[in-house]
């Protein structure tokens, strides 16, 4: 089964400045999806930056990017620009190609403060 | 685009009782997802739909557990028999079939309480 694993409960950032959270996952197979979901205090959870396993590129997503090392098996997440906004439990989460399963398996989450 | 609906908000129950939660999802999604949240925890799947057919289910989802999409379209949860570890965030998530990898959506979810 694959698991993620998100290994900082909590970081914090002063605004304007960057910071990256990191994501490992485990999985032996060859093509998946991987994503980050932003959960802000009591509101709902929506979707930050999705990358394809099969695509060579980092995905983008304005301030949003992603470091994707297939052979790590890393999908960290660079927020630019740090916004009060931006502050938030973020969650890493992979979806399977195969057998036609559509769940999302998440991790347990950072907690990101931003400082101003 | 009204975004994902889920009703109640809030649930507090005694141990026992059986609880209904309801979920609208996004106009046309034809995919549907259900997840539960714990107190310092991601998301864990129970179960998905597409159309009016459940499709996946986790084995979390216990026999005391049951989520029906009668038409394609709301889907209802229902936990009989209510346990002091029911107690969660009930998410609910729609998506649109159309083309490959939609995101999901996800509604502010219904928190079960249970005294």
């Known amino acids: 089964a694959q698991t993620v694993t998100q290994s900082q409960p909590e970081m914090s950032v002063q605004e304007a400045e960057t910071v990256t959270l990191s994501c490992t996952y485990d999985?032996?197979?060859?093509?998946?999806?991987l994503f980050w979901y932003k959960q802000p205090p009591s509101r709902q959870m929506i979707l930050v930056i999705r990358q394809e396993a099969y695509k060579q590129q980092n995905a983008t997503e304005n301030r949003f990017s992603v470091n994707f090392q297939k052979a790590a098996k890393s999908f960290s997440l660079k927020i630019s620009d740090s916004q009060l906004g931006d502050a938030a439990m973020y969650f890493c989460a992979y979806r399977t190609t195969q057998g036609g399963s559509e769940k999302l398996v998440f991790g347990k989450g950072t907690k990101l403060t931003v400082n101003p | 685009d009204t975004g994902v609906s889920q009703n109640p908000r809030h649930k507090i129950t005694k141990r026992g009782q059986n609880v209904t939660f309801r979920c609208d999802p996004i106009?046309?999604?034809?995919?549907l997802y259900w997840y539960r949240q714990t107190l310092g925890q991601g998301p864990e799947f129970l179960t998905y739909f597409q159309n009016e057919a459940q499709l996946e289910k986790s084995r979390l989802l216990s026999d005391r557990f049951s989520a029906e999409r009668p038409k394609g379209s709301f889907s209802t949860l229902e936990i009989q028999r209510t346990e002091q570890g029911d107690s969660a965030m009930y998410l609910c998530?729609?998506?649109?079939?159309?083309?490959?990898?939609?995101?999901?959506?996800f509604g502010d979810g219904t928190r079960l309480s249970i005294l």
């Open positions: 998530a729609s998506a649109s079939g159309y083309e490959e990898n939609q995101p999901q959506h």
């Open positions: 106009s046309e999604h034809n995919r």
């Open positions: 999985t032996s197979e060859s093509d998946y999806y």
